[in-house]
């Protein structure tokens, strides 16, 4: 059912089952003009079911709509084709907008790039092949098709008598944004700053140092000071004190990637992420689902390209395979 935050304003919650993130928080802004939504969920039928039903309550229904993305995540981005239908805009950031606005064609050879680069730190080929079928950022993305409109940073919305001002901060996808609702002292914040959970942070060709660019988007985020966020996934918090704590979590994750590279000299970022401690029902790396070590191993190497660009750890490219030593 839908939550009325503010009059004109919604938090429509769009289950995802199967996943760790639980559910979606989308969002609903109405008003005279067009509505808009925030965000829509994976394009798989519980996703579809749950969000167009919320919105037949409101008395809206595909193509009725407006969305305007706060990243290109498939969890964010799978129906919003299908929710702004033929003369519905989708608005996301220009940096994010290539890898949606794209054909399949483009994008089936943007995955197998990604793919080359997963298996020059070691993630194995038959787990690689699995991960087609089985990586909901690949199978649960929009498909080909849509309205896109490029936002740029500073950038204002205007939608139900808001102003949305749109705030570029990279990091968690190249062209993540939040959304600043200045009069209500609201912040929508996506997935760059969660609560209570951690964003991942995963090494993207686009960003050479993708950590170093969130951290620095940590910082930016941190001089507002909302009355209420409004997050992608789960509850929200006190954002000044959540920032911190993001802040000193990378700082002890890259301490603990060091450390993984110290110990095992020459190994690729699947064996290091082994040795990293995560929050998952696993009881040994071999445990992982294939889809966790996708993301888990995407992470390590976002830390590693940091620690990199710190001076701290070099890689060499031996047999095709990256090899990690500590300086």
């Known amino acids: 059912m839908p939550e009325q935050i503010i ?4 938090r429509i919650p769009v289950p995802l089952p199967g996943n760790p993130l639980k559910e979606l928080n989308a969002y609903l802004i109405r008003g005279t003009d067009r509505p808009l939504l925030v ?28 969305v305007l993305l706060t990243h290109l995540h498939s969890d964010h981005a799978g129906l919003a084709p299908e929710a702004a239908g033929e003369r519905g805009v989708i608005y ?12 399949n064609q483009q994008r089936a050879q943007r995955w197998e790039n990604t793919t080359r680069r997963f298996a020059a730190e070691g993630f194995p080929a038959e787990l690689l092949a699995d991960m087609e079928h089985t990586n909901p950022a690949r199978s649960m993305a929009p498909p080909e098709g849509g309205r896109y409109e490029s936002l740029s940073d500073g950038q204002v919305l205007e939608a139900g008598g808001f102003q949305l ?4 901060m990279p990091g968690h996808t190249p062209g993540q944004m939040c959304f600043w609702l200045e009069k209500e002292g609201l912040m929508l914040t996506g997935d760059h700053v969660l609560f209570d959970i ?4 995963t090494s993207w060709p686009e960003m050479p ?19 209420r966020c ?12 959540r920032v911190d704590q993001l802040k000193e979590h990378h700082c002890q994750r890259l301490e603990e990637a060091f450390q993984a590279v110290k110990n095992h000299p020459g ?8 040795y990293m401690t995560w929050k998952i029902r696993a009881r040994n790396w071999a445990e992982f689902p294939v889809a966790q070590k996708w993301f888990a191993v995407g992470e390590c190497m976002s830390h590693l390209d940091r620690l990199m660009v710190q001076g701290r750890v070099t890689c060499r490219v031996e047999d095709g395979q990256n090899r990690y030593q500590a300086v």
Request: aromatic share 6%; charged share 20%; proline share 8%.
């Open 39 to 66: 965000d829509t969920g994976f394009r798989q039928e519980p996703c579809r079911q749950a969000l167009f039903t919320q919105l037949a309550e409101l008395g809206l229904g595909p193509g009725d709509v407006d």
């Open 230 to 241: 409004l997050p992608g996934h789960r509850a929200a918090g006190d954002l000044a004190a």
């Open 7 to 10: 009059p004109n304003l919604y």
């Open 92 to 103: 996301v950031s220009s940096l994010d907008r290539p890898m949606l606005d794209c054909t």
């Open 267 to 274: 190994a690729g970022a699947y064996e290091l992420a082994g």
């Open 209 to 227: 140092d993708a950590l170093g660019s969130y951290l620095d988007s940590l910082d930016a985020i941190r001089a507002y000071a909302p009355v």
């Open 198 to 201: 951690t964003p991942n942070i």
């Open 165 to 168: 001002k749109a705030l570029l």
